[in-house]
Nanobody, 122 residues
Framework: QVRLVESGGALVQYGGSLRLSCAVS????????MGWYRQAPGKQRELVAG???????DYADFVKGRAYISKDGLKNTVNLQMNDLKAEDTAEYYC????????????????WGQGTQVTVSS
């Protein structure tokens, strides 16, 4: 059974940083592509960052230079470090596990976590 549990969301000030973590069970993160998505109220869910099984990285334009996705094979977690946070980063952030990787881009699977809320105050 696949289970994803996100943590690390918080209320932070504009320009601050956060590290989101996703604990994964049922899928070995080391051998699988993983991704982080976000969804703001009234908007569609969108990719923030993805990482391939081999460690290739994919970032949305709106976070390039401000985010870093990584995997920890020992802990079986996938993490998202976000810096220089802006008000528009306010959203629910979701982990996705075991998607596909094509042409340098991550595509989600049907495995999602419950989300963690990030709120950036201006």
């Amino acid at each position: 059974q696949v289970r994803l549990v996100e943590s690390g969301g918080a209320l932070v000030q504009y320009g601050g940083s956060l590290r989101l973590s996703c604990a994964v069970s049922g899928i070995p993160v080391r051998n699988n592509p993983m991704g982080w998505y976000r969804q703001a109220p009234g908007k569609q869910r969108e990719l923030v960052a993805g990482i391939s099984s081999g460690g290739l990285l994919d970032y949305a334009d709106f976070v390039k230079g401000r985010a870093y996705i990584s995997k920890d094979g020992l802990k079986n977690t996938v993490n998202l470090q976000m810096n220089d946070l802006k008000a528009e980063d306010t959203a629910e952030y979701y982990c996705n596990a075991g998607g596909s990787w094509s042409n340098g881009r991550y595509y989600p699977s049907s495995y999602w976590g419950q989300g963690t809320q990030v709120t950036v105050s201006s």
